[in-house]
Nanobody, 120 residues
């Protein structure tokens, strides 16, 4: 089991930047592929980004490619989401998640979420 806590959300103007952090419990953080997701009320949860255990492999959702960067620091058991050139459409609750080590592609552990609001 791993516990996740997101932070860094807030209000930002369009075109601005924000960095989200997700702190994980335990010293086995490096065993997990990590992901970021976001959700707007009334809409389905959307995939944002994922990063492999060593940090060498990353993948992004189409809507954030070229603007967002996912990274991790295994020594600090933390994954980050650097968000640049933010748009009002990026407004959502952002969640970090840890991928299942048994069923790949399934995320077993989730944080509580952090609100990101982008104003025009």
């Amino acid at each position: 089991q791993v516990q996740l806590v997101e932070s860094g959300g807030g209000l930002v103007q369009a075109g601005g930047s924000l960095r989200l952090s997700c702190a994980a419990s335990g010293r086995t953080f490096s065993s997990y592929t990590m992901g970021w997701f976001r959700q707007v009320p009334g809409k389905e949860r959307e995939f944002v980004a994922t990063i492999g255990r060593s940090g060498g492999r990353t993948y992004y959702g189409n809507s954030v490619k070229g603007r967002f960067t996912i990274s991790r620091d295994n020594a600090k058991s933390t994954v980050y989401l650097q968000m640049n050139s933010l748009k009002p459409e990026d407004t959502a609750v952002y969640y970090c998640a840890a991928e299942s080590t048994v069923v790949r592609g399934t995320y077993d552990y989730w944080g509580q979420g952090t609100q990101v609001t982008v104003s025009s």
